[in-house]
């Protein structure tokens, strides 16, 4: 037996409003603007021959970890020499869309030498989606040691799809980890007695904070921080307020980009702009109800968006403050521009790319970052012209 559907705060109706409509117009193709290349900046490849690179995060000194699919840690120099993979890393279900996937330093890095990685975790009965935390021992051959999981989904599933796994570290040193469906659970990510299709918010040590929402209600997960999601790839740190801003794959149709609340109601499987594949039949009830968050921002078509990063840098002429998400689908960068929790219109760069954009990140030096997943997969930094 699941839940009932559990009761979550309710939108501000003014709040609603103005989402509604706004996430509405990209179904319209009302602001969109297309570029092939931006005057802002142009492509520099910075390290090549990455098998399916998922994620990147840097070092204090400059330096990048990037994880491929496959199983693999690799340190990057910020003139693109490539380690030998580390030795350490976890076991992987290295299967359809899983593998090692998030890679994170932890808020005391320059002290414990934490990083934090998710990947798919092989068993018996099936993967799932964990966490693990390592130290990152640097030298001449960097390497992880006592990796442990801090983190695990409830159950394993055979299969290979809808991983989530992004990681964010919160300012209050929390860390939130995005759980995917699994594709063949989505019935279950409006319960909450697991963790398909939800946001967790645990601490560094996996415990669970006491202030998460759900923690004193009866047959709930304690670590879920929302519920009602697909397949969250993308997100991040809105740079002013500390909120969590995320994105996530619809099916046919209905990508979103959500701001994230405690105990909020994400809609998925009975709220979506989204449609059955192939078909295009309607699912659920419809796009919108008065106890589900609507989106800040909706694309249809879908875009396969992957990898999310706010600009805070002044290094590119009029994107200060603007939010880049990559697109699989369209093998392209959007940026959109918003005002507070308000997204307002898209540009879409880099149209003649032609690789899949798994990630997006700012580096320290205030330049982004990207990396294409393809098995010849690319390390690009995006120089500024302005």
Partial sequence: MHEARPEAPRPDPARRQVLRALSAAPALGLLARHAPASAAARVVEVARGLEHPWSLAFLPDGRMLVTERPGRLRVVTPDGRVSAPLAGVPKVHASGQGGLLDVVPGPDFTRDRAIFLSYSEPGASGARTAVARAEFADGATPALRDARVVFGQKDRLAGGHHFGSRMVFARDGTLFVTLGDRFSQSDRAQALDNHYGKIVRIRADGSVPPDNPFVNRAGALPEIHS????????????????????????????????????????????????????????????????????????????????????????????????????????????????????????????????????????????????????????????????
């Fill in 227 to 386: 519920f009602g999601h697909r397949n969250v790839q993308g997100a991040a740190l809105h740079p002013v307020t500390g909120q969590l801003w995320t994105h996530e794959h619809g099916p046919q149709g209905g990508d979103e980009v959500n701001i994230e609340r405690a105990g909020a109601n994400y809609g998925w499987p009975v709220i979506t702009y989204g449609r059955q594949y192939g078909t295009g039949f309607r699912i659920g009830e419809g796009t919108e109800r008065a106890d589900v968050e609507p989106p800040a921002w909706q694309w249809t078509p879908s875009i396969a968006p992957s990898g999310m990063a706010f600009c805070t840098s002044d290094r590119y002429p009029g994107w200060r403050g603007s939010l880049f998400v990559g697109s699989l689908k369209f093998r392209l960068l959007s940026r959109l521009e918003h005002d507070g929790d308000r997204v307002l219109r898209e540009e879409r760069l880099l149209g003649d790319l032609g690789e899949r954009v798994r990630d997006v990140r700012q580096g320290p030096d205030g330049l982004l970052y990207l990396l294409t997943d393809q098995s010849d997969g690319r390390l690009l930094r995006l120089a500024a012209t302005g």
